[in-house]
């Protein structure tokens, strides 16, 4: 189960201490059981009450605590994490300790607030664009340089693949949009195949095969490539040439959300054009844009 050698006796050390820890704090009246009175002389469940309710034998209950080389499968590893009250994150560590292929971590409730503080952080990449994707690409938020460099607003804030080959604004100004549509679709096969039963990305897909024949075609070739740094050049109607690194981040904590952060790539004036456009005659020559 959990491997042999020095690091397989260490993880079946910390399995055990892990489940031992979790069991006592969960509570027999947080179980659903009586306490057992004067009759318990430590807290939490035993081992016992944990087989009993998670529906599997004591004796492999046990075994399991102590780390033996014993058959685990996630669903009865899911039975145990739902008795002791298990985050996402923790069932994903027992998984690691028990030696099998971890879960994706679920957003939390307790962790919803985070999108206001990554919404914050993308505000604070001024005058840098930034913009936050959900799992599917679905645009979520995104700063004011992102509207004004790549062309982000309200009537066309929809899911940033389809918007990639749709966007009549954004194509115009994407003077690296050849060049760089290839890696686009391979790096959403790559996140398609990371959740392959998910009808959300096959939702996505065929929006846009149905939208653009280009996607559709490159969507053939099969090609898969992970997200990372993608070069960038944008061509803006009161500036000129504009060059980035465009870096996909997923946040631990809420992997449901990607944040796409822009920076100037070295040796150009990008920066420069950039504080420019944030200030505030950069915004008045806004107001008086030359059609791209």
Same mark, same amino acid.
Request: hydrophobic share 40%.
């Given at each position: 189960?959990?491997?042999?050698?020095?690091?397989?006796a260490?993880?079946?050390?910390?399995?055990?201490?892990?489940?031992?820890?979790?069991?006592?704090?969960?509570?027999?009246?947080?179980?659903?059981?009586?306490?057992?009175?004067?009759?318990?002389?430590?807290?939490?469940l /035993?081992?016992?009450?944990?087989? #009993?309710?998670a529906?599997?034998?004591?004796?492999?209950?046990?075994?399991?605590?102590?780390?033996?080389?014993?058959? #685990?499968?996630? *669903?009865?590893?899911?039975?145990?994490?739902?008795?002791?009250?298990?985050?996402?994150?923790?069932? /994903?560590?027992?998984?690691v300790?028990?030696?099998?292929?971890?879960?994706?971590?679920?957003?939390?409730?307790?962790?919803?607030?985070?999108c206001?503080?990554?919404?914050?952080?993308?505000?604070?990449?001024?005058?840098?664009?930034?913009?936050?994707?959900?799992?599917?690409?679905?645009? #979520?938020?995104?700063?004011?340089? +992102?509207?004004?460099?790549?062309?982000?607003?309200?009537?066309? *804030?929809?899911?940033?693949?389809?918007?990639?080959?749709?966007?009549?604004?954004?194509?115009?100004?994407?003077? +690296?949009?050849?060049?760089?549509?290839?890696?686009?679709?391979?790096?959403? !096969?790559?996140?398609? +195949?990371?959740?392959?039963?998910?009808?959300?990305f *096959?939702?996505?897909?065929?929006?846009?095969?149905?939208?653009?024949?280009?996607?559709?075609?490159?969507?053939?070739?099969?090609?898969?490539?992970?997200?990372?740094?993608?070069s960038? $050049?944008? $061509?803006?109607?009161?500036?000129?040439p504009?060059?980035?690194?465009s870096?996909?981040?997923?946040?631990?904590? !809420?992997?449901d959300?990607?944040?796409?952060?822009?920076?100037?790539?070295?040796?150009?004036?990008?920066?420069?054009?950039? !504080?420019?456009?944030? +200030?505030?005659?950069?915004?008045?020559?806004?107001?008086?844009?030359?059609?791209?």
């Open positions: 189960m959990a491997g042999t050698g020095e690091g397989g260490r993880r079946r050390s910390e399995l055990r201490e892990f489940l031992m820890s979790r069991r006592a704090r969960v509570s027999p009246a947080d179980a659903g059981l009586p306490d057992g009175g004067a009759r318990r002389r430590t807290p939490g /035993r081992r016992e009450e944990v087989a #009993v309710l529906g599997v034998g004591a004796s492999w209950y046990q075994w399991l605590e102590q780390g033996r080389n014993i058959s #685990v499968s996630p *669903q009865v590893l899911d039975s145990v994490c739902r008795v002791l009250r298990m985050s996402s994150a923790e069932r /994903r560590h027992l998984y300790l028990a030696g099998l292929n971890p879960p994706s971590l679920e957003v939390e409730r307790a962790d919803l607030h985070m206001e503080g990554l919404g914050r952080m993308i505000d604070a990449w001024m005058p840098y664009p930034a913009h936050m994707m959900d799992a599917y690409w679905n645009c #979520v938020r995104y700063n004011d340089a +992102s509207a004004s460099v790549l062309g982000m607003r309200p009537e066309a *804030q929809d899911n940033c693949l389809v918007m990639f080959f749709t966007d009549p604004l954004y194509r115009s100004r994407a003077r +690296s949009w050849e060049r760089n549509a290839p890696q686009v679709v391979a790096q959403y !096969r790559a996140a398609c +195949s990371e959740r392959p039963e998910d009808d959300g *096959q939702e996505v897909v065929a929006r846009a095969r149905a939208a653009s024949t280009e996607f559709a075609e490159l969507w053939e070739r099969q090609d898969i490539a992970p997200g990372g740094v993608l960038k $050049e944008m $061509e803006h109607p009161l500036v000129g504009l060059f980035f690194e870096t996909h981040m997923q946040v631990p904590a !809420r992997p959300l990607i944040i796409v952060l822009h920076t100037p790539e070295e040796g150009t004036d990008t920066a420069r054009k950039l !504080r420019w456009l944030a +200030s505030s005659e950069g915004r008045r020559g806004a107001l008086y844009p030359v059609a791209g």
